[in-house]
């Protein structure tokens, strides 16, 4: 992959991330919907989390909540499953874009 494919992978991902951190609603079940954070032009799939299960996946700004099988193996790892949902950490070389697009992180950094 490219590195120009592979920033416009991280910026759609992280344009869904910041998507994600305005959504509010929650079911009686604790389950929130949330956009996939795939880097998949056109994805507009939903999948569904708790807010603990959420707030986990965004400890870490290189990790995304995703559709299984939304994977771009050639910029990141899968590094959980879960029934509806994975979670994958995209390689170091993708920092210069998942950090400063993160919205949690230090603003003094």
């Known amino acids: 992959m490219d590195e120009e494919t592979r920033k416009r992978v991280a910026m759609n991902e992280a344009t869904f991330r910041g998507i994600n951190?305005?959504?509010?609603?929650?079911?009686?079940?604790?389950?929130?919907?949330f956009r996939c954070e795939c880097g998949?032009?056109?994805?507009?799939?939903?999948?569904?989390?708790?807010?603990?299960?959420y707030e986990a996946v965004r400890a870490n700004p290189r990790r995304f909540a995703i559709v299984p099988g939304h994977e771009l193996l050639e910029v990141e790892d899968i590094v959980e499953t879960h029934d509806g949902y994975a979670v994958i950490e995209k390689h170091p070389d993708?920092?210069?874009?998942?950090k400063p697009t993160d919205p949690r992180r230090e603003l003094d950094q």
Do not use: K, Y
């Open 94 to 98: 993708s920092d210069d874009v998942v």
């Open 21 to 33: 951190e305005s959504f509010q609603g929650e079911r009686a079940d604790g389950r929130v919907a």
């Open 40 to 53: 998949r032009l056109g994805c507009n799939r939903l999948i569904e989390l708790t807010r603990a299960e």
